[in-house]
């Protein structure tokens, strides 16, 4: 065997990244990364890059050869650090001008943007609003850089008490690290839930509008990285969001530091009692809408996002308009599905089944309209192993008897006839949570439903954490085009998020997400995600009821198997 020479030798000077396109790039040892990448375009705004298989910020030095991936607005991560950042700089600005005021920053808005709420004073005027936006472009105009510092834990809860955010030296209280990431700007600090751009001067794409009693921060969305998106009003879910406050405010836990104390101090069966109480009080009042129109409102849709609770809602629902002497029919629209060779192609020439036009229209429509005249109907049937189209039940409906139909496309008008959209009563469903960590830093309404699935899925698909986490990215991107544009439409909404749910998810959802392996591209969103869940105290899932939305995930709902008699 021949042997290689090999001699130790000083370290070189310069020091080599490779990207993913096979390129090399060279640089002074101990650069940031953001300078050896500020060498190439980038398709929008960068923000981060992955060295070596972990997400890093743009002042992470390279000391050794690595592998870099950069990470730019256009992706998941990018957006959350763009969306973080400029959530600090309205922070930091928001303080500037109304030191004795407190910000809230709420729930999200589908076209890109945060509604923020103020107390301790009137809500902004337009006039105090176009002051703060420009206090935030001067900012930005001034590129101050956001300095990051770890600190001792309790150096860190002794700031946030000297400062009055009670809520911050609460959540503190509970973590089990013993030092807290802070960044500055200025003379003030706060800390994120994840990593930040350097300086100001990266955040120029933003607006803020008036909204309701608030405000709303624009940012822009990663489909269209360098521009914001029409607003448009939403009414309903923001009146969803309000309510929800409104519940946590009556329970006493209006943040997760709040929800720890509960925990801890005992409260588990009454958090879990209350809550479910809410969804039941809510429910009821849906069921009585529904029965008030009972001669107009045959045709029933649910329809809400991925793991929303679409499925036990439905058969709690169904459950409520027996009680009332009503007894609904579920139509499942998956039946409806065109066969697989006649299914659309999405923009890479993939089989599109979340399409609307997936979907066999014209038999749907026909079907419904004899339906609702009294007619007996064959409906389909969806083979999902051969993919074909096949003859299904015969049913009939009795005299008042509505449908259930529960699917993405509920609330686009396209699924019904025109001669029967005044028959239809529309139903949106999202677990649209109102508990943040704290007043700045929220609690993702995705991230909730992300977690929901990993566990479900584990336990009835055999799925890891990582095959889940990689069909995500698809099922945000139908949700956008399908659902989302459409909540609207709905007669009402029901929000299916629970305030101690992710304390009863956590125990599942931590081991499932320690099995994905470094290197792979789901790890970054898997360690995110465990870094996030540390937040919260765990709940013994022995108190959440077997009728419960959360039981859909964790297992053991009574409605599981749930079906009501067929008619004929």
Same mark, same amino acid.
């Given at each position: ?55 890093? +910020? ?32 309205? #922070? ?30 009137? /809500? ?5 609003? +176009? ?6 472009? !001067? ?45 500055? =700007?200025? #003379? ?43 607003? /448009? ?16 405010? !009556? ?75 009503? @007894? ?29 036009? $997936?979907? @066999? ?14 007619? +007996? ?42 001669? =029967? ?58 949700? !956008? ?49 465990? $870094?996030?869940? #540390? ?34």
């Amino acid at each position: 065997m021949v042997m290689k020479e090999i001699n130790l030798v000083p370290p070189r000077d310069k020091v080599e990244i490779h990207l993913p396109d096979g390129r090399v790039l060279s640089g002074p040892r101990g650069a940031r990364v953001g300078e050896f990448l500020s060498a190439m375009e980038h398709d929008s705004q960068l923000v981060a890059a992955i060295v070596n298989g972990d997400l890093r +910020e743009l002042t992470y030095p390279i000391e050794l050869e690595s592998r870099v991936e950069p990470v730019t607005l256009s992706s998941p991560d990018g957006g959350r650090i763009y969306r973080r950042s400029l959530t600090f700089l309205l #922070e930091m600005a928001f303080t500037d001008l109304f030191p004795d005021a407190t910000l809230y920053v709420d729930h999200s808005v589908a076209s890109g943007g945060y509604y923020c709420q103020v107390t301790g004073r009137s /809500p902004l005027s337009d006039s105090e609003i +176009e002051s703060l936006k420009s206090h935030m472009q !001067k900012l930005v105009e001034d590129d101050l850089p956001f300095e990051r510092k770890e600190v001792p834990l309790q150096e860190a809860i002794e700031y946030f008490r000297s400062r009055g955010y009670e809520d911050k030296v609460l959540l503190l209280k509970y973590r089990r690290k013993n030092y807290l990431t802070l960044y500055r =700007l200025g #003379e003030r600090m706060d800390y994120l839930h994840g990593y930040m751009v350097p300086s100001t001067g990266y955040l120029h794409v933003f607006d803020l509008v008036y909204t309701k009693s608030g405000f709303t921060l624009r940012y822009p969305r990663r489909h269209t990285p360098n521009q914001l998106l029409p607003m /448009p009003e939403y009414p309903k879910l923001l009146g969803t969001f309000l309510q929800y406050g409104d519940w946590l405010a !009556k329970l006493g836990i209006e943040n997760v530091g709040a929800l720890n104390e509960a925990i801890d101090a005992g409260r588990a069966a009454e958090i879990v009692l209350v809550s479910e109480a809410f969804h039941e009080q809510r429910l009821s009042q849906v069921t009585r809408q529904i029965a008030d129109q009972i001669e107009h409102a045959r045709l029933i849709m649910v329809a809400g996002p991925s793991s929303a609770g679409k499925t036990t809602f439905s058969r709690r629902l169904t459950v409520q308009l027996l009680a009332l002497g009503i @007894s609904p029919f579920p139509l499942e629209l998956d039946n409806y599905f065109l066969d697989r060779d006649k299914t659309p192609l999405d923009e890479h020439g993939q089989p599109d089944f979340e399409s609307i036009e $997936a979907l @066999s229209l014209l038999s749907l429509a026909e079907h419904l309209e004899r339906l609702i005249r009294g007619e +007996e109907v064959q409906l389909l049937r969806y083979n999902f192993r051969t993919g074909l189209s096949e003859a299904g039940d015969v049913i009939q409906l009795k005299d008042g008897q509505p449908l259930i139909i529960e699917g993405i496309h509920g609330l686009d008008p396209r699924l019904i006839p025109a001669n =029967l959209q005044n028959e239809v009563f529309r139903i949106y469903i999202s677990a649209l949570t109102q508990l943040n960590l704290d007043r700045h830093n929220r609690v993702s309404t995705t991230d909730t439903r992300l977690i929901r699935r990993i566990v479900r899925d584990a336990r009835e698909r055999g799925y890891s954490a990582a095959q889940t986490i990689s069909r995500w990215e698809s099922v945000r991107r139908g949700e !956008k085009r399908h659902i989302f544009p459409f909540q609207e439409n709905a007669d009402v909404m029901f929000n299916s998020a629970l305030v101690y749910e992710l304390a009863a998810l956590k125990p599942q959802a931590e081991p499932l997400l320690r099995q994905v392996q470094h290197g792979t591209p789901e790890y970054i969103e898997a360690r995110r995600l465990l $870094a996030f869940l #540390e937040w919260f105290l765990p709940l013994d899932i022995s108190f959440v009821p077997e009728t419960s939305i959360l039981r859909e995930f964790l297992g053991g709902s009574i409605l599981k198997d749930f079906r009501i008699w067929k008619n004929k």
